[in-house]
DNA sequence: CTGTCTGCAAAAAATTTGCAGAGAT
DNA sequence: ATCTCTGCAAATTTTTTGCAGACAG
């Protein structure tokens, strides 16, 4: 295994993943860095998440838009789920985990369950006030 | 609205997706219209699937290998949710929809769910055999 | 006929790779 | 000092677009 280095760009990625605490896609993070680092290249983007991502630091997901977006692992948000809001964007999340019920029924199926990805989408309290007005 | 017709082509990816009943990519399915229609140029592909997507006759779905998969949408799959076994990428159709109690419980909170996405992956019984031995 | 769809080629966009130098440990 | 990471440029891959002819209605 080889080692990896802290480099300051990788340091600002995780650190602009970790302030957002919603996904991010990767021109939104290329976007974001080159405001510090204007030089930062988007291969940099690219191999750095990648690297993040092996490292089990981020997640990858599909968000409504068809678009990758990355989203920091923390104990927070570690196996959380949550709910997009079309309109703002803003991401709540679920109480718990739905899969396990269906989890326990598959297996009794032989079917071993070894990932799984819940995206739910709608609108939001707010945004649906707003509608109304 | 414009009239769309109802070529051979477009007949041919309708009728490799709902053979297969199961979500194809995008070379997948021009792998699959090459042998009938070996001049059929991808960009067809991309085209016809954008279009019956529009005339809402099949769903993209985002599956484990990062790749766009497209789905037939017809009475028996839909609303259907399955889950994919990661080594021989048979799908198994789940017995019945498991976000509609969290929709209940969501909607409490105000939060209108219009959309959802549920993939579940791992390894079937028979894969699992086959491991063993 | 009329206007949409197709194949082809070219363009544009997204992602990956090679490399020499910078920087982390 | 060593070896990974970076920025740049180029290569590759994926997706979109323009166009002239084919074909469905």
Redesign the pocket.
Known sequence: M?????????QHILSILSTAKRPMS?NEIYSCCIET?P??????I???ID?LIKQNLIDKYYLSDNE?FYQIKDNSTEHKHYVICNSCKKIFHLPNCPIHSIQDSLSEYGFDVTDHYIQISGICKECRKKADT
């Open positions: 080889e080692n990896t280095r802290n480099t300051k760009q990788k990767i680092y030089r930062i290249a988007k291969s940099t690219y191999r750095t690297s990758l």
